[in-house]
């Protein structure tokens, strides 16, 4: 599988040059233009190789060599930069630089040094992306991405629509309101909504709700006077009872605070989201809120994250082989309800790394740093198992969205007659069979 590739350079068009290079030959390319951001980019997302150049202001290649060789030990790293004097090619030869190469470059030599690193995307990761281009394409213009998401996973379909929505309402608005199950993705999702909306790599601040609105005006006046910051805002409301507070805010920032016509404020409201207070959401704010599913609807999310996670904790462990799962742990990922959604993946799966030897993480260590036993089922049953608690997970969402009984929603999708309760929705048998036989 294709793995990804970062690209440092302060300078952006020779950046942007190295990316389009690199697209061209078919990797996967993310870019920074500032040492501090590549480092928060490392923080996120397992890179294959990094490619940097040397001479940048505030941090060198050296310097952010260092900080990059704390994160990840192993991590393949090349330098491109103009003439070098001795001490510099001393200094990053003791930090074990990967490779030192020359400004103007020799592509052809280049892209052979790349290849030892990272692997081109297949033809059929290639059709695959070409078929999700055309698919998207298809989309509303007005509610397509300007690029894939980099921190957001959004392969499933719940959060792609929501992702979708979201961008629909960020793109050109001035505020937007996120209700996430607690331990949610909301700040990744802003992250990209950052990017998209123009601010690049900028860090995107993020702040719990004062009680006074002047001081939030103030952090926000603050955050628009520094221009190596995003112009997008992420606000954390402790609950739905906020958002008449955070509308305040909203209107506030556009009378006295200067630049605010470039500001999105991304309120984000962490709560159980049951009926009732999904309910209490969508009331307050209309057509400027969506819902983010949780991770328990998301089982394809659950994976990426569970292997980015895994992978960046072993690459910073030394410890390679415990970066994988065993086909029993797999199991076990995609059968838990995982409460604390993404955060809790996040713990769970680094201390797994941390509790296993260089192997790969086996269902009895997840279920140690879980503390809860998983029951494994047998191999013939597993796919079965996993589709059913899926589907009940799914109606059980519809109900929500919907605001119907259980009797309303089995006419809606002309389930069988004799469902009337929430019990005989979960109690139904596989809607397709054969998907269990998969």
């Avoid at 928060?40 to 890179?47: G, M, S």
């Avoid at 305040?248 to 556009?254: F, I, M, N, V």
């Avoid at 960046?312 to 076990?332: D, Q």
Wanted: proline share 5%; hydrophobic share 40%.
């Amino acid at each position: 599988m294709a793995g990804r590739i970062l690209v440092l350079d302060d300078e952006e068009n020779y950046a942007e040059m190295l990316q389009d290079l690199l697209r061209e030959n078919n990797y996967r390319v993310d870019m920074a233009t500032r040492p501090e951001r590549a480092i928060t980019q490392l923080e996120e997302i397992p890179y294959d190789l990094v490619i940097s150049d040397y001479k940048m202001p505030v941090m060198d290649g050296a310097d952010f060599l260092k900080k990059a060789r704390e994160l990840y030990p192993n991590l393949p790293f090349i330098l491109v930069s103009g003439l070098m004097n001795t001490p510099e090619l001393v200094k990053v030869a003791n930090m074990s630089v990967t490779l030192v190469m020359e400004k103007p470059l020799d592509t052809g030599a280049f892209l052979q040094h790349v290849a030892r690193f990272s692997d081109p995307m297949t033809d059929l990761e290639k059709e695959q992306c070409a078929q999700e281009g055309q698919a998207a394409a298809a989309e509303a213009i007005a509610l397509s991405f300007p690029e894939e998401p980099r921190f957001f996973s959004a392969s499933n379909f719940l959060a792609n629509r929501f992702l979708q929505s979201a961008w629909g309402i960020a793109k050109e608005g001035a505020e937007l309101y996120i209700l996430e199950p607690r331990g949610g993705d909301a700040e990744l999702a802003i992250k990209d909504l950052s990017r998209w909306r123009g601010n690049g790599d900028m860090p995107v601040d993020l702040f719990d709700l004062p009680l006074l609105v002047s001081e939030a005006v103030s952090k926000l006046r603050t955050v628009l006077s520094d221009f190596e910051k995003s112009r997008v805002v992420g606000v954390r409301l402790n609950s739905v009872d906020d958002m008449p507070r955070a509308h305040k805010l909203t209107e506030a920032a556009q009378r006295e605070v200067e630049g605010s016509e470039s500001l999105l404020i991304i309120y984000i409201v962490s709560e159980d989201t049951t009926e009732t207070i999904r309910t209490a959401f969508e009331d307050a704010t209309g057509e400027a809120g969506v819902v983010l599913p949780s991770i328990s609807l998301r089982p394809s999310d659950l994976a990426v994250y569970a292997r980015r996670v895994a992978r960046i904790a072993a690459e910073r462990a030394g410890r390679s082989l415990c970066g994988e799962f065993t086909p029993e742990a797999v199991y076990g990922l995609l059968s838990y309800e995982w409460p604390g959604n993404y955060k809790q993946i996040q713990e769970v799966v680094n201390g797994a790394v941390h509790t296993s030897a260089d192997e790969s993480i086996t269902l009895d260590v997840l279920n140690e740093v879980i503390g809860a036993p998983i029951t494994l089922v047998p191999a013939e049953a597993r796919m079965h198992t996993l589709m059913k608690a899926e589907q009940q997970r799914y109606l059980q969402e519809q109900l929500l969205q919907g605001g119907l009984t259980a009797a309303e929603l089995a006419k809606k999708l002309e389930l069988d007659p004799s469902v009337q309760t929430k019990a005989d929705l979960k109690n139904m048998p596989l809607l397709r069979e054969e998907l269990g036989r998969i």
